[in-house]
């Protein structure tokens, strides 16, 4: 089976998320992948240039050895603005040419322009598009004005697309309220590599490495430092808070990662707010290892939060680590209550929540419960879902083209 996957961020630099996974393991089985993706970070990691010209990168792996990932990145014009303008007609070319070339079985879209395309540009061959959903991307446009717009080409994706790929409950149920066809749209849920994030690892040595003590509660946050994503809020009550022994450790870049760093060296928050930046994937089981409660404090009304299931909190729980999370709706409709995902109102409300689990003797227990409740999650058994989705949407394509 070939594959193409368009997508609008950065498949090379941007953390490892639910389709790399899928397509490095599509490709270990012997399907032949190839990637369309954007330079969303030009601004601040790309050359300085004016236009970018197409770029090709080969034998890509990002997760599992041996994997093999052909990504395909068409030139831009490196002005903002004028870079997604640009976007739509390079990517158009581009799956044109794809499509020529590289004849794919089925293309999947990550994205909101280039979905719109790809949908647009496979109505009138045997190629399905397949639509999948792991966030409402409109909600993240930088330019609030054109999220109407963004909204707009996402139902037209969706009402175009042959089958929807939802990966949670809750955004399954969003994305037919916006337009996706009911009997179309399946839920292919986050999955886990239950051999990476394994609970026998040990975190001592990233403990010790950090100068944590045994007697510290550590309280962990992996990923994008999203403005939204209440860190500064937890942070600020850390350091309102008498209990010197809580320790926050936050690894990841984002946004927020300037802040975060500049108020880890004020006098309340010395040695107790840890920011590490960017570190690889494969560190970050002995991270969690090392913490005693992970988190997700995102805002609770943030919209593009309400829909979905962080693949972090997957990857938590399989450590056997409660988490942490405000309520938001989608981690809600998905964990429910007593399976080691403990709600709060506020981002405001970890701390005191955390220091409770503590003091309770719980931990231990509800870290037990969330590596049982995502056991099935097993990344190879989400992979045969996926697949089977592909495989079905080929085949109803090429029948209808027949009739």
């Keep these: 089976m070939k594959v193409l996957i368009v997508q609008e961020t950065d498949w090379l630099r941007r953390y490892s998320h639910q389709q790399h996974h899928l397509a490095e393991i599509l490709s270990l089985r012997g399907h032949e992948i190839r990637v369309v993706d ?28 041996g994997a093999k990932v052909t990504v395909v990145r ?24 794809q499509m020529a070339e590289f004849r794919p079985d089925v293309i999947v879209g990550f994205g909101i322009l280039n979905s719109y395309i790809a949908a647009g540009m496979t109505r009138k061959s045997d190629v399905p598009f397949v639509y999948y959903w792991m966030d409402v991307l409109h909600t993240l446009i930088p330019a609030k004005p054109l999220r109407p717009l963004g909204k707009f080409v996402e ?101 927020l990662h ?4 500049e108020m880890s060296q004020r006098p309340d928050l010395q040695g107790r707010l840890l920011v590490l930046g960017e570190r690889p994937y494969r560190e970050m089981p002995s991270f969690i290892a090392a913490s005693d409660i992970c988190l997700l404090p995102a805002y609770p009304k943030e919209k593009v939060m309400q829909h979905i299931v962080p693949i972090k909190l997957y990857e938590y729980l399989a450590m056997g680590k409660p988490a942490i999370s405000t ?29 409770e689990l503590a003091g309770s003797g719980s931990v231990k227990d509800l870290g037990t419960r969330a590596r049982r409740l995502v056991e099935k999650n097993d990344w190879k058994t989400i992979a045969d879902a996926f697949e089977r989705v592909l495989e079905e949407a080929i085949r109803d394509k090429k029948r209808s083209a027949v009739g």
């Design 155 to 255: 139902r037209q994706a969706l009402k175009r697309a042959d089958r929807v790929v939802a990966n949670c409950r809750g955004l399954r149920e969003y994305v037919i309220d916006i337009g996706a066809p009911d009997e179309k749209t399946k839920v292919v849920s986050q999955g886990i590599d239950l051999d990476r994030f394994d609970p026998n690892i040990g975190g001592n040595s990233v403990r010790d490495e950090l100068g944590l003590n045994k007697e510290d509660l550590v309280v962990f946050f992996m990923g994008w430092l999203y403005r939204f994503s209440g860190l500064r809020e937890v942070a600020l009550e850390l350091g309102r808070t008498v209990n010197t022994n809580m320790k926050l450790l936050v690894v990841g870049k984002g946004d």
């Design 258 to 261: 300037r802040e975060l760093q």
């Design 74 to 97: 068409p030139g831009i014009i490196k002005i903002p603005l004028l870079d997604y303008i640009s976007l739509v007609f390079s990517h158009r070319r581009e799956i044109a040419r």
């Design 38 to 65: 954007y330079e969303l970070l030009w601004k601040t990691q790309g050359k300085r240039e004016l236009r970018s010209g197409r770029e090709v990168f080969d034998g890509v792996t990002k997760i599992y050895e």
């Design 327 to 355: 309520r938001l709706p989608g981690v809600m409709a998905e964990f429910g209550e007593g399976h080691g995902v403990i709600y709060v109102d506020r981002p405001e409300d970890v701390v005191a929540k955390a220091i």
